[in-house]
């Protein structure tokens, strides 16, 4: 533990922001959505904040310098600020804290800063079949009887979206025009037209909501 604590010091003491790239050029930590081979529904990448409540899916890819790959463990400078459970960051509460790649032995192999945040707003995107962003939804959309529509939900804060992806509650003020289908992927859900008509979707997450007006059309 003496390496890691050496490590966790100067980590504390020499990083200014957040990246994806380690402070010892060992690693790179980047943010993927598990069970999809689609890049995430989120409306930032890791080197944004990560919004407190969210959690992030994080691919790590080793270059280290010489023979061979050791096992590799992640750690939390500071669980207030985030916490960290095989390879899934979750923010705990506001703040800057490190995210240490250790071996199995404790020794420190690189290390990355990160700020957690609450989030403000909550923004809702349209998403196509590969998985780009087409766009926030606004004050509506439309869409036809029997036909899906993809969507991402993502935290912003004031001033900028935030990563990771919010648990979220779906509600439809009439369930027989439009149903609201789980994919499996966090962030990701697929609205579905059931029958004509108007109604409202309302997604909530982090003490937030976002409503929306749908149109279903034959």
Same mark, same amino acid.
């Given at each position: 533990m003496r390496n890691l604590s050496f490590f966790l010091l100067t980590a504390l003491g020499l990083l200014s922001g957040c990246g994806v790239g380690g402070a010892l050029s060992q690693a790179s930590v980047s943010e993927g959505c598990a069970g999809s081979t #689609?890049?995430?529904?989120?409306?930032? +990448? /890791?080197?944004?904040?990560?919004a407190v409540g969210a959690s &992030?899916?994080?691919?790590? +890819?080793?270059?280290? !310098?010489?023979?061979? !790959?050791?096992?590799?463990? #992640? &750690?939390?400078?500071? $669980?207030?600020? /985030?916490? &960290?459970?095989e390879r899934t960051l979750t923010g705990v509460g506001p703040g800057f804290a490190t995210l240490l790649l250790v071996s199995d032995q404790s020794v420190v192999l690189d290390f990355v800063a990160v700020y957690a !945040? !609450?989030?403000?707003?909550?923004?809702?995107?349209r998403l196509a $079949? $590969?998985?780009?962003?087409?766009?926030? &939804?606004?004050?509506g959309m439309g869409v036809l009887v029997g036909g899906t529509v993809s969507l991402a939900v993502s935290a912003l804060s004031s001033t900028q979206p935030l990563a990771g992806a919010p648990p979220l509650t779906w509600s439809v003020a009439d369930p027989s025009i439009v149903s609201i289908l789980d994919q499996g992927i966090?962030?990701?859900?697929?609205?579905?037209?059931r029958a004509p008509g108007m109604t409202t979707v309302t997604v909530s997450a982090l003490g937030l909501q976002r409503s929306f007006a749908v149109e279903v059309t034959p």
């Open positions: #689609l890049p995430c529904a989120t409306a930032a +990448d /890791f080197n944004a904040p990560v &992030v899916t994080l691919s790590i +890819d080793l270059a280290l !310098q010489g023979g061979g !790959q050791p096992p590799l463990g #992640l &750690v939390s400078s500071d $669980e207030g600020v /985030f916490t &960290v459970k !945040q !609450q989030a403000s707003d909550l923004a809702v995107s $079949e $590969e998985g780009a962003d087409l766009g926030e &939804v606004s004050g966090a962030g990701r859900e697929t609205l579905a037209g």
